[in-house]
């Protein structure tokens, strides 16, 4: 081989080396390839505590297929909602790490001494582990990391869904009543009787009237707590109207207060007042009398 052969090899062997250089599968991230971002087994999760950075949390537990919130007198907490983000969270998969560094974690804010949010998951006492969620790097993407793992993620997440605000964990529903039969006030008294709802005075309930009314129990949506410096306050307001009402579920009384040019609920089966929209309040207390009586003024 002349001098000028040699060096066209050596040439095509350096080409070679280039090419395999760029080319060769990264291992690093081939040691990520078959770990999950959190294999946790989300049916046995039956605690969940979500932090933020000004540690502030939200503390939830799960009874029996039940969500509550164990420091607002075991309120029912939003087992959609909670459910919902645990499947997000435990089922992600098909994304690759794209950082693993300590460097990495202070810059996405994944570290264990600085995030945005933490969750932490526990069964049965023992905690399972925890997810550091930080910057976001698109619309409904999060930057997150498993503490078990070096690998940090972009996963798709909703960051609102992880809110520590404990009033956003209230089930919004927990005051519906579904199957009335008995609805009793100061100003009418209905009761349902084969198939049929009577008044007590004989008449007959208006068909419109009546129906506006199972209807604002049946979809009775709260907006969270009253502030906790005007529960005393409002257990001494007058109530604007009081419901006295038997179902299939059992017997509750419903107290409905305004306030300041503000609207709540009490409802017997929960130690505190409830926010609620004017829309629902007025669908309670502006029932016509006469209307749902049955008789005519």
Same mark, same amino acid.
């Given at each position: 081989?002349?001098?000028?052969?040699?060096?066209?090899?050596?040439? %095509?062997?350096?080409?070679?080396?280039?090419?395999?250089?760029?080319?060769?599968?990264?291992?690093?991230?081939?040691?990520?390839?078959?770990?999950?971002?959190?294999?946790?087994?989300?049916?046995?999760?039956?605690?969940?505590?979500?932090?933020?950075?000004?540690?502030?949390?939200?503390? %939830?537990?799960?009874?029996?297929?039940?969500?509550? %919130?164990?420091?607002?007198?075991?309120?029912?907490?939003?087992?959609?909602?909670?459910?919902?983000?645990?499947?997000?969270?435990?089922?992600?998969?098909?994304?690759?790490?794209?950082?693993?560094?300590?460097?990495?974690? !202070?810059?996405?804010?994944?570290?264990?001494?600085?995030?945005?949010?933490? %969750?932490?998951?526990?069964?049965?006492?023992?905690?399972?582990?925890?997810?550091?969620?930080?910057?976001?790097?698109?619309?409904?993407?999060?930057?997150?990391?498993? +503490?078990?793992? +070096?690998?940090?993620?972009?996963?798709?997440?909703?960051?609102?869904?992880?809110?520590?605000?404990?009033? #956003?964990?209230?089930?919004?529903?927990?005051?519906?009543?579904?199957?009335?039969?008995?609805?009793?006030? #100061?100003?009418?008294?209905?009761?349902?009787?084969?198939?049929?709802?009577?008044?007590?005075?004989?008449?007959?309930? +208006?068909? !419109?009237?009546?129906?506006?009314?199972?209807?604002?129990?049946?979809?009775?949506?709260?907006?969270?707590?009253? #502030?906790?410096?005007?529960?005393?306050?409002?257990?001494?307001?007058?109530? +604007?109207?009081?419901?006295?009402?038997?179902?299939?579920?059992? #017997?509750?009384?419903?107290?409905?207060?305004?306030?300041?040019?503000?609207?709540?609920?009490?409802?017997?089966?929960?130690?505190?007042?409830?926010?609620?929209?004017?829309?629902?309040?007025?669908?309670?207390?502006?029932?016509?009398?006469?209307?749902?009586?049955?008789?005519?003024?």
């Amino acid at each position: 081989m002349n001098r000028w052969g040699k060096a066209l090899l050596v040439l %095509l062997l350096m080409q070679c080396a280039v090419v395999a250089a760029v080319f060769w599968p990264d291992t690093s991230q081939n040691r990520y390839e078959k770990q999950t971002f959190a294999p946790f087994p989300v049916n046995a999760i039956d605690e969940l505590r979500i932090g933020d950075e000004y540690d502030n949390e939200v503390v %939830l537990k799960r009874l029996g297929d039940k969500w509550l %919130l164990p420091n607002m007198e075991n309120l029912p907490a939003n087992t959609d909602k909670i459910e919902k983000l645990l499947q997000q969270i435990t089922t992600q998969s098909g994304n690759w790490p794209i950082a693993d560094s300590p460097a990495a974690r !202070q810059r996405f804010q994944v570290a264990d001494y600085y995030y945005q949010k933490r %969750l932490s998951l526990f069964s049965g006492g023992k905690k399972l582990g925890t997810i550091y969620l930080g910057t976001s790097p698109g619309y409904r993407k999060i930057h997150a990391r498993n +503490d078990k793992q +070096d690998a940090i993620y972009s996963i798709t997440l909703d960051p609102t869904g992880a809110t520590v605000v404990e009033n #956003d964990w209230i089930d919004s529903r927990l005051l519906q009543v579904r199957a009335p039969l008995r609805i009793d006030t #100061d100003l009418y008294n209905l009761y349902f009787e084969n198939g049929s709802w009577l008044s007590a005075t004989g008449g007959t309930p +208006d068909v !419109q009237e009546l129906e506006r009314l199972i209807s604002a129990l049946k979809n009775l949506q709260v907006e969270g707590l009253a #502030d906790e410096d005007l529960q005393r306050e409002l257990s001494a307001t007058e109530a +604007d109207l009081v419901l006295n009402i038997q179902s299939l579920a059992g #017997d509750v009384t419903l107290k409905l207060v305004s306030l300041a040019g503000h609207h709540y609920i009490h409802s017997s089966e929960f130690p505190l007042f409830f926010k609620c929209s004017a829309y629902d309040f007025n669908q309670l207390t502006d029932v016509d009398a006469g209307l749902i009586s049955g008789e005519s003024f």
